[in-house]
């Protein structure tokens, strides 16, 4: 069974907000690989031959849905085209209730729309890396307020925490050096952190963003008579999402040291996701009230989800997903993605590989099918981005004027690191590294220009880092998911950067194309 996942970035840049809806089309199409057969095993109402698909994608501004329809079903081939999209902003991006209240409003969006439907096979939703809570199992509430994907365990605040520099010490113990894990900003480190600061409980259970709206839309969050029910509902989640918890990505299991480390603290292992499954994988059925709501068939199924970069790069990898296949999503932040033979890590570069799913290779959909290649998504998260446009005053008005009068081919003399506040996660994993922004420039298109510069070499560091811990082969060509990808000018001056900075003779012909069209 393979999911249909949205092809926006989570991020909603000053560039994306200048664009209007960005066409999914292309990200759907990427996990569109073999028929999607597995989703019609259950009766279903009367249906036409032209089945669709739901994808959400949740990040740091707000949420964006697409319904993509397929059509030539009856040949056993056929085509996909987009039939509705739309998008919604939330006030914090770390409010759990905001996140289901946005699902409501796109799913009401759509059944407005007309998106919704007896044809309607499959939902699914992606979310960003490492954003992870704690909820009750027996009756679904939040007990832990969401940590988000650049939350810092230890430095997060003014005043060094406590609570985090013990849950880092019990990683150190434990962990096997340069694992992702060990991250302070990885939900392991979140995990041990919540029950230093409070014990956690017995029905308690660990969820991802993606994991946490992928229940509510099965109903597993409702309560039941009197505000609870009889028995706890298990936490369905995916590979990708698991990784900065620990999962072993490669043996497909929760290894020993993971809940070793976790008894050594008195947690329970149960607090992890039980049921841990490749992207795409049958996770449930949606819920019975949220389809007669919507208009929903009864037996919609929920796809187990991926996170927002994986999800970029399928986006913009569609149909062209070769060993070299690089993927820089351009929005608030930065993350690249590439599709490596080889599986590479190391927490303090901030560098971690996704198990990549092999779809129909005959098994529960990745490299463990029998004669399947294994295949890696090796990259990593930046904390610089789009957003420090924002925080600078550039207008979009003002970003598009003034990137015309920058000459693409010609090096700014300022060296900016444009983070928006102190730490960064990727290509170095630093904690206190702290923004520079400075000289400032008498004229606005110079400082555009150096900010734009500092974000490309941020994005050329990256892809450096990758070929020197053993991704292979390296990049050879970049596509670009977000907003950022609308800038001409800029996509120039990546590609040049890139090119100059790339080892070995594919240099010259490493090429950055653009994944998103409006």
């Not at 890590?345 to 490299?367: A, K, L, N």
């Not at 998260?381 to 420090?388: P, R, T, Y």
């Not at 730490?423 to 904690?431: L, M, Q, T, V, W």
Request: glycine fraction near 12%.
């Amino acid at each position: 069974v393979f999911a249909l996942l949205n092809l926006t970035t989570s991020d909603v840049s000053p560039y994306q907000m200048s664009l209007g809806p960005a066409a999914s089309i292309y990200f759907f199409l990427s996990l569109v690989i073999l028929d999607l057969v597995a989703a019609m095993s259950s009766p279903s109402p009367p249906r036409t031959s032209r089945p669709r698909y739901m994808g959400f994608d949740f990040g740091t501004s707000g949420a964006r849905f697409s319904v993509i329809e397929r059509t030539g079903e009856e040949s056993g081939g056929g085509s996909y085209e987009e039939v509705f999209t739309s998008a919604v902003k939330y006030g914090r991006y770390d409010d759990a209730a905001g996140w289901i209240d946005a699902a409501v409003a796109l799913l009401g969006d759509a059944e407005a729309g007309g998106a919704t439907g007896a044809d309607v096979r499959r939902i699914c939703v992606s979310g960003t890396s490492a954003s992870c809570m704690l909820v009750d199992s027996v009756d679904g509430s939040v007990t832990r307020p969401p940590c988000m994907y650049d939350f810092d365990v230890v430095s997060h605040g003014e005043d060094v925490d406590v609570d985090g520099i013990r849950a880092m010490e019990r990683i150190n113990q434990h962990a096997p050096p340069a694992h992702t894990a060990r991250a302070r900003t990885g939900i392991l480190a979140k995990l041990l952190r919540w029950h230093s600061a409070e014990p956690i409980g017995p029905r308690e259970v660990l969820a991802s963003q993606s994991d946490y709206i992928a229940a509510y839309l099965c109903g597993k969050l409702k309560k039941g008579p009197c505000g609870s029910r009889k028995t706890k509902f298990k936490v369905t989640s995916d590979w990708h999402n698991c990784l900065k918890g620990g999962y072993d990505v490669r043996a497909l299991r929760w290894p020993e040291w993971v809940t070793e480390c976790l008894a050594s603290a008195g947690i329970d292992a149960r607090t992890l996701q039980e049921d841990v499954v490749s992207p795409g994988a049958a996770a449930g059925t949606v819920d019975s009230a949220l389809a007669t709501r919507f208009g929903l068939p009864p037996d919609v199924e929920i796809a187990a989800g991926t996170t927002d970069s994986n999800a970029a790069f399928f986006a913009a990898a569609a149909g062209g997903m070769e060993y070299g296949t690089g993927v820089t999503s351009l929005g608030s932040t930065l993350a690249i993605k590439m599709l490596s033979r080889t599986y590479v890590e190391d927490s303090t570069m901030g560098v971690y590989s996704h198990r990549f799913p092999v779809f129909g290779s005959g098994g529960s959909g990745g490299g463990d099918g029998e004669g399947a290649e294994e295949s890696w998504l090796v990259g990593g998260a930046s904390n610089v981005g789009c957003a420090v446009l924002r925080s600078e005053s550039f207008s979009d008005n003002q970003l598009v004027e003034l990137s015309r009068g920058i000459d693409s081919k010609t090096d700014s003399p300022l060296r900016y690191y444009p983070l928006t506040k102190k730490g960064e996660r990727f290509p170095i994993a630093d904690s206190d590294k702290l923004p520079l922004l400075e000289p400032v420039p008498e004229k606005r298109s110079e400082y555009l220009h150096g900010i734009l510069q500092g974000i490309s070499d941020v994005e050329c560091s990256g892809y450096k880092a990758l070929a020197k811990l053993g991704a292979d082969p390296p990049v050879k060509i970049v596509w670009t998911c977000g907003g950022g990808g609308k800038n001409d000018m800029w996509t120039s001056m990546r590609e040049r950067r890139l090119q100059e900075s790339q080892p070995g003779p594919i240099s010259p012909n490493l090429k950055v194309k653009k994944a998103i069209m409006t």
